[in-house]
């Protein structure tokens, strides 16, 4: 984590390559600026991942609870087939 700071704020202290318009407002707010725009990137990258692995384990929790439900519904048909069956008999 230091070592992607550390090269974030060398990037953006020694390239041309980022645009003044982006380097201006950060370099006025000096070290702020720089971590504020460490963070952004960091937020950026992780949220979209975050994204991802929720949308996985949320489809995993409804493949699950829809095997469930499924299983449940077989269940009660037998149960209800087997009382039939039964008051049948018995009446």
Not at 34 to 40: D, F, H, I, P, S
Not at 55 to 70: G, M, N, V
């Amino acid at each position: 984590m230091r070592f992607t700071i550390s090269s974030l704020i060398c990037l953006l202290a020694a390239t041309d390559g980022i645009p003044e318009t982006w380097v201006d407002p950060i370099a006025r707010l000096g070290a702020t600026g720089v971590l504020g725009a460490v963070l952004l990137i960091l937020i950026c990258r992780t949220i979209p991942t975050m994204v991802k692995e929720f949308r996985e384990t949320l489809d995993s929790i409804c493949e699950q609870h829809d095997k469930w439900e499924a299983i449940r519904h077989d269940d009660q048909v037998r149960l209800e087939k087997l009382i039939g069956d039964l008051e049948r008999r018995n009446g």
